[in-house]
């Protein structure tokens, strides 16, 4: 894929440097010519020195071209309206801007602009972090899976991870076990201090707590 970014920051350069060795054909803008030093060495894609909303350093990096923008400025206003003349003057298939305040995420979503709110993200994450109990997900697929960590419950010491499976509603993933993180086989036995990361259809929790004995 032509991939242009705008905004040479960490969350620029890390993006470039990741999208450039995945193969994809990568160009930075940023205002500050300084700023391109945080690529390296490592990266093989252009640079253009420029503002990202204008239209003609756009062009300058092929946009009619290109398949993704991002714009990742530290600046919301400069982030949204580089997106809005990607999005709806180049019709660039796909945008995706970053924002601090959330509170305007909405408003570009329905313009046809997805954006990332850092901000948002970090407040649930953390919420997540400091309010975990034993059996919140920790991570959403979609509404219908969710990736839920499990310790061993004592009554479960020993026992196969067949014990622990449902075909096409409950299925154990990976073991958690001495410092270490493996995947499991249905014969692998559950030891005192096991964490069990377990996929589970969100209809299905019931079914995996019985499982549980709780």
């Known amino acids: 894929m032509r991939i242009i970014i705008v905004g040479c920051g960490r969350m620029g350069a890390g993006l470039a440097l990741t999208l450039t060795q995945r193969g994809h054909d990568v160009t930075v803008i940023d205002r500050d010519p300084t700023a391109f030093a945080a690529l390296g060495e490592r990266f093989s894609g252009r640079i253009i020195t420029g503002h990202g909303f204008d239209r003609e350093v756009l062009r300058h990096a092929g946009i009619t071209r290109t398949d993704g923008l991002a714009a990742v400025t530290s600046s919301d206003e400069t982030n949204v309206v580089t997106a809005r003349a990607a999005r709806q003057f180049f019709r660039v298939p796909r945008v995706v801007a970053r924002l601090y305040d959330p509170r305007k995420a909405e408003i570009y979503r329905r313009l046809g602009v ?51 499976t449902v075909p096409g509603e409950v299925h154990p993933v990976a073991v ?39």
């Open 114 to 164: 997805l954006t990332i709110s850092t901000t948002e993200w970090g407040v649930h994450r953390i919420t997540e972090l400091l309010s975990y109990s034993w059996f919140e997900p920790i991570v959403s697929l979609g509404s219908s899976v969710d990736i839920v960590d499990v310790e061993a419950p004592p009554a479960l010491v020993g026992r196969s991870l067949a014990s622990l």
């Open 176 to 214: 958690s076990r001495g410092g270490r993180c493996f995947l499991p086989t249905p014969e692998t036995r559950l030891q005192a201090g096991d964490l069990v990361h377990i996929a589970v259809l969100t209809t299905s929790t019931g079914r995996l707590k019985a499982l549980l004995g709780v």
